[in-house]
């Protein structure tokens, strides 16, 4: 078994003796989507690309692409994005 695999399982069972969310053990992103109007991506690494059709922000795992319409970005911080407009799709790149 390789080494990063084993690293990753090692975090995963820590992170459920401690009770530990996911997003803060393991460093992934926390995406919550409401309705069709707005979405919270918390734990992002920065802004790849941005335009009224599509955002697109960096996660320690690749990235998350937002598309949709009238894209705005509603607020920005150094843990969390939100994105707001008509949204049609979340997908993990």
């Known amino acids: ?3 990063p695999k084993m ?3 090692f975090k995963r069972k820590a992170a459920a003796m401690l009770e530990l969310p996911g997003e803060v053990a393991l460093n992934l992103p ?3 989507v409401t309705g069709r109007i707005q979405v919270i991506v918390e734990n992002h690494r920065g802004i ?3 335009d ?3 955002v697109r922000l960096l996660v320690e795992a690749g990235e998350v ?3 949709g319409r009238d894209l705005v970005l509603r607020s920005i911080l150094p843990d ?3 994105v707001e ?3 049609c799709a979340v997908r993990f790149l």
């Open 80 to 82: 969390e994005v939100i």
């Open 1 to 3: 078994m390789r080494w």
């Open 7 to 9: 690293g990753e399982q």
């Open 30 to 32: 926390k995406v919550i």
């Open 52 to 54: 009224r059709e599509c």
């Open 48 to 50: 790849v690309a941005y």
């Open 65 to 67: 692409a937002v598309s």
């Open 85 to 87: 407009g008509e949204i």
